[in-house]
């Protein structure tokens, strides 16, 4: 039986490195914001193995921190969320049945067990006594609720793909359901702790006020500006959160962030340069938090529209990634080298076979003539607030020279990007958050019918993989099943990943009890549950 149950709670030109300071939000504009709001006071927050030992939680207080999303598009809906900025701020309202540790462990939430002696029928049995904002009591009807909705189209959720699975759901009682699944699913207690997933009231149809159960109480949300949320004094997490009010800003201006921060305005913020880094660290005020991720910045070629529909180009553009190259001078060694698979090489299924192809500009030219593409020219879209891009696709260019292929790189304002530019065009690149699974990460992004399928590709033997090692228990079985997916994922697909992306968070030492984790930036998007301020 499947038993979930715990009831305790690279050298290159100067002008390709240099810091891109494009923004929505200017550094005047931020001031005028922050002064709009009371002034920081003292305050903690805190969590029991995630302070020092000689840390005592101070309480109260209010800490602001910043994000590198903000855009009108900002959601208080878990089945719209779609970058770091909307997972933190519904971590601030909503929890989930379940959640990661910094281990990347599922652990209890809201459910207090779930278990499955299939991997089709599962029995989760819900924590009592948990209250919604407004008082209402968590019942199996909003579990039935938040999870449903995803399957229904009219929601066009970024889940449906994942909700697929759904096959019925039905309440036992108040507080337990039975959710059965269409095919074997041993990682579901991962995926229920994803933010699309977070639960909701039934019947929710408006999330402007961010009713949940979670650490906070929307207080203000202005999309594109602000998030304001208040202690919720019935958590039922004893002892959390530490803070009495966190003010969450959207500052897609990496500069101003900075500035902001080692100014005194705000105590953490997201999404840190690797110049920001060696700025950040000359101060003894000041830290920064690294961690080793499954995040990267990848280059998109679609390979249902020309010229990525020639496999030979799409491989003469793998020849022309400079990985080794980002690592050093865009990320400053703050990233690992990549294979171009979604695949981190610190992850127990990773395939360590399958070896990144070095810079080659003569193999390069050898696939851009087989492909009837020389001198040809071929435009790649790049956006700021997308590390690496700006300079990953210029490099590219530079190196495409002596491959017999002329690049022109665009730049387009990050404000509509995902919107209007990512997975439209033909050569562009994208940004993906780590997953706590593989399966989750193939089914959004690589299925042939995934709702981000970025690059268009579809491969019948992959898909068929993917549902295949969902229910399979055996780990050397499960493990040869993920490594022949990775390897047509090297050898067929169109999105070409160099490097992955250490998170690097900055944060002023007055805060306490914050550490790496790799789920996500900003201590997995929870920093808020967690870290305090101290006098």
């Known amino acids: 039986m499947s038993k979930f149950d715990n009831n305790d709670a690279d050298a290159v030109n100067p002008a390709l490195t240099r810091m891109i300071t494009e923004g929505s939000l200017s550094r005047r504009s931020l001031m005028k914001i922050l002064s709009a709001g009371a002034v920081m006071s003292s305050g903690l927050v805190g969590f029991s193995g995630a302070a020092l030992a000689d840390d005592t939680p101070v309480k109260g207080g209010k800490m602001r921190a910043a994000m590198s999303n903000s855009s009108a598009t900002d959601t ?5 969320s779609n970058n770091s900025a909307d997972y ?12 990661l540790d910094k281990n990347l462990m599922a652990q209890p939430a809201l459910a207090e067990s779930l278990d499955s002696s299939d991997g089709i029928t599962w029995h989760i049995k819900l924590r009592k006594g948990v209250t919604f904002h407004d008082g209402k009591p968590l019942t199996a009807k909003d579990v039935i609720f938040s999870l449903s909705r995803h399957k229904d189209p009219a929601i066009a959720s970024i889940a449906f793909k994942l909700a697929d699975q759904f096959k019925t759901f039905s309440a036992v009682n108040d507080n337990e359901v039975q959710l059965e699944l269409n095919s074997a699913n041993f990682d579901v207690p991962y995926m229920l702790a994803t933010p699309p997933f977070l639960i909701v009231k039934d019947g929710t149809t408006d999330f402007s006020k961010g009713i949940g159960t979670g650490p906070f109480v929307c207080k203000t949300f202005m999309p594109g500006t602000r998030t304001i949320g208040t202690k919720n004094p019935n958590y039922y997490k004893p002892g959390l959160p530490h803070l009495d009010e966190v003010e969450l800003i959207g500052v897609t201006d990496g500069a101003a962030r900075v500035n902001a921060l080692m100014s005194g305005d705000l105590q953490m913020v997201s999404t840190l340069t690797a110049a920001d880094c060696k700025r950040i660290k000359a101060s003894s005020e000041f830290g920064v938090l690294e961690s080793k991720s499954g995040m990267y910045t990848n280059l998109i070629i679609r390979t249902d529209v ?7 180009f799409v491989l003469a553009m793998k020849y022309l990634q400079p990985r080794e190259m980002l690592v050093k001078t865009v990320l400053q060694g703050y990233g690992d080298v990549s294979n171009d698979t979604p695949v981190p090489p610190w992850h127990p299924l990773y395939n ?8 080659d500009i003569e193999k390069a030219k050898f696939h851009i003539k087989k492909a ?3 001198g040809a020219t071929v435009e790649i879209i790049t956006t700021p607030n997308i590390e690496g891009a700006n300079e990953g696709g210029q490099m590219i260019q530079q190196m495409a020279r002596g491959a017999g292929l002329n690049i022109k790189v665009r730049r387009v304002p990050y404000d509509g990007y995902w919107s209007s530019h990512w997975m439209k065009d033909p050569v562009g690149y994208g940004s993906i958050n780590p997953r706590p699974t593989l ?16 690059s268009g590709w579809k491969n019948p033997q992959f898909d068929q993989l993917v549902v295949t090692a969902r229910g399979e228990r055996d780990q050397a079985k499960r493990k040869q099943m993920y490594g022949d997916m990775q390897a047509l994922i090297y050898d067929h697909c169109g999105t070409l990943i160099p490097t992955f992306i250490s998170s690097t968070d900055g944060y002023s030492k007055k805060v306490k009890g914050v550490e790496a984790w ?11 549950e967690f870290a305090w301020l101290s006098a």
């Open 76 to 80: 208080l809906d878990p089945a719209k």
């Open 88 to 99: 933190t701020r519904q971590f601030m309202f909503y929890s989930g049945l379940t959640e």
């Open 306 to 312: 020309k010229p990525g529909n020639n496999e030979d």
């Open 352 to 359: 360590a076979d399958l070896k990144p192809r070095a810079l």
């Open 372 to 374: 009837g593409m020389a």
């Open 439 to 454: 399966d989750m990460l193939f089914s959004q992004f690589y299925l042939s019918t995934a709702p981000n399928n970025e």
């Open 518 to 528: 790799p789920s996500g930036m900003m201590m997995g998007y929870r920093f808020h």
